[in-house]
C-alpha cells in the first residue's frame, strides 16, 4: 500500500474539502424521498407536496388558451407573462381541459363552476417529490412558459405572482369523472420539472409523479362544490400523508 501526504500550508486544500463534503449532505438531503403512510378512506385528497400553504381561495374562470382560429380573430387578450387569453373560459370549467385564467370570487357570487385553489410553497428544506392526491388518470398534462420563452420567468416561489413561472399542469380524472388540476411551478432557483409519468397513465394515491428541484411550487385546483377543504393559510403539510380536501357527498365517491 502506498500512501501520499500532501502538505497544505495554506489550508485550502482542506477547506476544499470541507465545502464538497456539505455540498454532497446538502444535495443528498435535498433529493431524500422517504416513504409515507397513505391515507385509505374514501372521498380525500392528500396533499400533491411538502410545504407551508400560501393561501386557498374559492376561484372562477374568466378565460383559457385559445386556439388557432381564435388567435386570428385578434379577439385575444395578450400578457407578456402569461401568453395570450381567449376572453371566454372553458364551456365546461371544471374539466380542466385547457389552462384558464381565474379570479377570486366576491363575497356572495358563488357558483357552482367555481374552483379551490390551494397553494403550496416548498422551501430548500422540503422534499422536493411530488405525490398524486387522488387515484385516477392522467387526461391532460402541459408544459408553459411566458409568451415567446423557451424557458422561464422564474420569480420567487414564495409570490404570489409566480403562478406564470415556468411549469407543468397536470390533470386526472377520478373514476366518477371528477377532475383535480395539479400545476408544478418553478422558482427562483428551481428550473427543473422532472415529470415521472405521462398523458394517459394511472395514478394511486399518494404515488409520485414527479419532482422540482430546489425551493417552488405546487398548486392544486378542485370542484368548490364537491369537496370541503381541511387545511387553511400557514398549514405545514406533508406529500401523500396529509389530507386537504374531503369529499361532500361520499356516495359518489
Not at 184 to 204: D, F, H, K, N
Amino acid at each position: 500500500m502506498i500512501v501520499i501526504f500532501v502538505a497544505d500550508p495554506s489550508g485550502i486544500i482542506s477547506l476544499a474539502g470541507v465545502l464538497l463534503a456539505c455540498s454532497s449532505a446538502f444535495l443528498a438531503f435535498f433529493h431524500r424521498d422517504p416513504d409515507r403512510p397513505i391515507p385509505r378512506a374514501k372521498g380525500l385528497l392528500v396533499s400533491p407536496a411538502d410545504g407551508r400553504v400560501m393561501f386557498v381561495v374559492r376561484e372562477r374562470a374568466t378565460g383559457r388558451r385559445p386556439t388557432q382560429e381564435e388567435v386570428q380573430t385578434g379577439r385575444i387578450e395578450v400578457d407578456h407573462h402569461m401568453g395570450d387569453w381567449f376572453p371566454e373560459p372553458c364551456s365546461q370549467p371544471l374539466s380542466y381541459s385547457t389552462e384558464q385564467r381565474w379570479e377570486k370570487v366576491p363575497e356572495g357570487e358563488e357558483s357552482r363552476l367555481d374552483s379551490i385553489r390551494i397553494a403550496i410553497y416548498m422551501s430548500p428544506l422540503d422534499v422536493h417529490v411530488q405525490r398524486s392526491p387522488l387515484a385516477g388518470s392522467i387526461v391532460h398534462m402541459e408544459h408553459r412558459t411566458g409568451k415567446g420563452r423557451k424557458r422561464g420567468p422564474y420569480l420567487r416561489a414564495s409570490r404570489k405572482e409566480s403562478e406564470g413561472n415556468e411549469r407543468i399542469r397536470t390533470v386526472v380524472e377520478h373514476e366518477t369523472e371528477s377532475r383535480v388540476e395539479i400545476t408544478q411551478i418553478s422558482g427562483a432557483v428551481a428550473r427543473t420539472i422532472v415529470p415521472y409519468i405521462g398523458p394517459s397513465e394511472s395514478l394511486r394515491r399518494g404515488q409520485r409523479f414527479g419532482m422540482i428541484r430546489f425551493g417552488s411550487r405546487v398548486d392544486i385546483r378542485f370542484s368548490a362544490d364537491n369537496y370541503e377543504v381541511l387545511v387553511s393559510k400557514g398549514s405545514i403539510i406533508l406529500a401523500g400523508k396529509d389530507k386537504i380536501a374531503r369529499v361532500l357527498n361520499l356516495e359518489s365517491e
